[in-house]
């Protein structure tokens, strides 16, 4: 369904030219916001393959390319190189016409003088679709995202979590192969963030349609099939969530809520611990949360109780977690760095 082979993108820097008009004001803005206009490699020799009907996640830190590779799964930006195939077609009208966008911020260009469901006929018109099949169109995507009771509301009276829904509900009028979700679930409270989770699964496997989500939620891609890390413009690992996890499955993480410590104390030196990091707890100020990355085999609780009590650690709770899709983002990032080696 979707393909990119070998797809990179290069920002040239301003280099020469005149300090007149347009360059004067290019080079003011370059100087304003980073004091130097460099080319910038966003994407580096990127290639993967999306299937009909799949949920694919793509997970990555800020700067790491996430939206160079929106722009131009979408259809808004050409690559330096490599090729992007939609459907079978390479053409970026194809693409565009063969991808409904919805993104984070996409409220910001609802019509505030509309009502909701006048924003989706308007969205509807602008892409061909008319009388009754535009109606039906839109009370079907009202229902899809619990809105047919405020459809009759302006946007200025809707709550950011309602734009955000009338912004996903504009995306599921047009009947597009694939749909890509920017952080779909922001401003949305838990229960609607769920339940759009759903209506995404039950819109793929009904409807064959191909779903690309990119976002930081690590819910929003639990429901993916296969994610795609991504950092520095480059593939850091794509697989399952279980193929991800498997190098790290020797790896827990164990959290320790205690009193304040004065100092930070040297669980390093346990055997097994690999990390250890110190945080706050929102809303109780006497209160941290001390997290140790472990190796399984080495690790012994015996050994973290002793160290415990010899250093007058007063715990409230010690508890292994979930290991996060960060913290396996932040592996595959030091294996990249260090040539082979995860550190």
Same mark, same amino acid.
């Given at each position: 369904?979707?393909?990119?082979?070998?797809?990179?993108?290069?920002?040239?820097?301003?280099?020469?030219?005149k300090?007149?008009? !347009? +360059?004067?004001?290019?080079k003011?803005f370059?100087?304003?916001?980073? /004091?130097?206009?460099?080319?910038?490699?966003?994407?580096d020799?990127v290639?993967?393959? !999306?299937?009909?009907?799949?949920?694919f996640?793509? +997970?990555?830190?800020?700067?790491?390319?996430?939206?160079?590779?929106?722009?131009?799964?979408?259809?808004l930006?050409?690559?330096?190189?490599?090729?992007?195939e939609?459907d079978?077609?390479?053409?970026y009208?194809?693409?565009?016409n063969?991808?409904?966008?919805?993104?984070? *911020?996409?409220?910001?260009?609802?019509?505030?003088q509309?009502?909701?469901? &006048? *924003?989706? @006929?308007?969205?509807?018109?602008?892409?061909?679709?008319?009388g009754?099949?535009?109606?039906?169109?839109?009370?079907?995507?009202?229902r899809?995202?619990?809105?047919?009771e405020?459809?009759?509301?302006?946007?200025?009276?809707?709550?950011a979590?309602?734009?955000?829904?009338?912004?996903?509900?504009?995306?599921?009028?047009?009947?597009?192969p694939v749909?890509? +979700?920017?952080?779909?679930? !922001?401003?949305?409270?838990?229960?609607?963030?769920?339940?759009?989770?759903?209506?995404?699964?039950t819109?793929?496997?009904? /409807?064959?349609?191909?779903?690309? @989500?990119?976002?930081? /939620?690590?819910?929003?891609?639990?429901?993916?099939?296969?994610?795609?890390l991504?950092?520095?413009?480059?593939i850091?690992?794509?697989?399952?969530?279980?193929?991800l996890?498997?190098?790290?499955?020797?790896?827990?993480?164990?959290? @320790?809520?205690?009193? *304040?410590?004065e100092r930070?104390?040297?669980?390093?030196?346990?055997?097994?611990?690999?990390?250890?990091?110190y *945080?706050?707890? &929102?809303?109780?100020?006497?209160m941290?949360s001390?997290?140790?990355?472990?190796?399984?085999?080495?690790?012994?609780?015996?050994?973290?109780?002793?160290?415990?009590?010899?250093?007058?650690?007063?715990?409230?709770?010690v508890?292994?977690?979930e290991?996060?899709?960060? &913290?396996?983002? &932040? +592996?595959?990032?030091?294996?990249?760095?260090?040539d082979?080696?995860?550190?």
């Open positions: 369904m979707i393909t990119l082979k070998n797809v990179s993108k290069l920002y040239k820097g301003v280099t020469s030219g300090d007149s008009g !347009v +360059y004067l004001w290019i003011n370059a100087q304003l916001t980073s /004091n130097r206009a460099t080319s910038l490699l966003a994407l020799d290639s993967f393959d !999306v299937g009909k009907g799949e949920v996640g793509i +997970y990555g830190a800020n700067g790491a390319g996430k939206t160079t590779l929106i722009k131009i799964l979408s259809g930006l050409a690559p330096s190189g490599g090729t992007v939609v079978g077609k390479t053409g009208r194809h693409i565009k063969a991808v409904s966008y919805i993104s984070t *911020n996409g409220w910001m260009g609802l019509e505030w509309l009502t909701a469901r &006048e *924003n989706l @006929i308007l969205y509807g018109s602008m892409f061909g679709l008319s009754k099949k535009l109606d039906m169109k839109c009370e079907e995507a009202l899809a995202v619990g809105m047919t405020a459809r009759d509301k302006y946007i200025s009276e809707l709550s979590g309602m734009r955000q829904k009338i912004t996903i509900a504009r995306g599921l009028i047009l009947n597009r749909i890509f +979700y920017d952080e779909p679930s !922001v401003s949305l409270d838990v229960q609607s963030a769920k339940g759009l989770r759903g209506l995404i699964q819109d793929a496997a009904e /409807n064959g349609r191909t779903v690309i @989500i990119a976002s930081h /939620n690590h819910s929003d891609l639990a429901i993916c099939g296969r994610i795609m991504l950092a520095k413009g480059r850091a690992a794509v697989g399952t969530p279980e193929e996890k498997k190098p790290l499955d020797d790896v827990q993480m164990i959290e @320790i809520k205690c009193l *304040n410590q930070e104390l040297p669980f390093d030196m346990l055997d097994g611990v690999r990390h250890v990091t *945080n706050s707890i &929102e809303g109780k100020r006497d941290q001390i997290r140790l990355s472990i190796h399984k085999q080495y690790f012994s609780f015996d050994h973290l109780v002793d160290f415990m009590i010899e250093n007058n650690i007063a715990a409230h709770s508890n292994p977690i290991t996060t899709l960060q &913290e396996i983002y &932040e +592996y595959y990032l030091a294996y990249k760095e260090g082979g080696v995860a550190v």
